[in-house]
T-cell receptor, first 113, second 111 residues
Framework: KNQVEQSPQSLIILEGKNCTLQ??????????LRWYKQDTGRGPVSLTIMTFSENTKSNGRYTATLDADTKQSSLHITASQLSDSASYICVVSVSNRDDKIIFGKGTRLHILP | NAGVTQTPKFRVLKTGQSMTLLCAQDMNHEYMYWYRQDPGMGLRLIHYSVGEGTTAKGEVPDGYNVSRLKKQNFLLGLESAAPSQTSVYFCASSLRYGTQYFGPGTRLLVL
């Protein structure tokens, strides 16, 4: 069964600290993996996208990694800011005629001043 | 470009009433989607469309209907609203295998 599992469910860190969010998936055949940021009351916004051949992608203070062999991805946030408080959603696309997109339930990140 | 827009932003319905949510995109995307998001559940796909005039069922299609008469618009209808349909509804659009662009959401409360 195609699934995307994220951990932790929620995370609280102090402003300025780094953190890493995890995503494990059992999706086949794999097309790509995206990380989205969803601010409270808003729609998700794409942060990064990685295909099978890519193992790291950066977007400012956000760095995503992908290990296609172990089917794991991580999102590392450096020098966190209050504006990083949001939900982070891992999304994996299936590469077949159905073009399915599997969403994780997200990690809720709280940055404290 | 406005991106993806949704109307209305918020609506209260009584059980049994009907309504239509409108999604519009100006990016010439082929694919459009309707999701609902409930606390602790993540985004769940209701219906989607891979092109004008086509629609398909997603993960939770019961109680909803959709239409894609124009490429830029994707309508989500509730024929007889139920309290279980209280949720936040998000529309998204994309190219095939491309990044999904989401609208701001519609908050629906069914009493």
């Amino acid at each position: 069964k195609n699934q995307v599992e994220q951990s932790p469910q929620s995370l609280i860190i102090l402003e300025g600290k780094n953190c890493t969010l995890q995503c494990n998936y059992t999706v086949s055949p794999f097309s790509n993996l995206r990380w989205y940021k969803q601010d409270t009351g808003r729609g998700p916004v794409s942060l990064t996208i990685m295909t099978f051949s890519e193992n790291t992608k950066s977007n400012g203070r956000y760095t995503a990694t992908l290990d296609a062999d172990t089917k794991q991805s991580s999102l590392h946030i450096t020098a966190s800011q209050l504006s990083d408080s949001a939900s982070y959603i891992c999304v994996v696309s299936v590469s077949n005629r159905d073009d399915k997109i599997i969403f994780g339930k997200g990690t809720r990140l709280h940055i404290l001043p | 470009n406005a991106g993806v827009t949704q109307t209305p932003k918020f609506r209260v319905l009584k059980t049994g009433q009907s309504m239509t949510l409108l999604c519009a995109q100006d990016m010439n995307h082929e694919y459009m989607y309707w999701y609902r998001q409930d606390p602790g559940m993540g985004l769940r796909l209701i219906h989607y469309s891979v092109g004008e005039g086509t629609t398909a069922k997603g993960e939770v299609p019961d109680g909803y209907n959709v239409s894609r008469l124009k490429k830029q618009n994707f309508l989500l209808g509730l024929e007889s609203a139920a309290p279980s349909q209280t949720s936040v509804y998000f529309c998204a659009s994309s190219l095939r295998y491309g990044t999904q662009y989401f609208g701001p959401g519609t908050r629906l409360l069914v009493l």
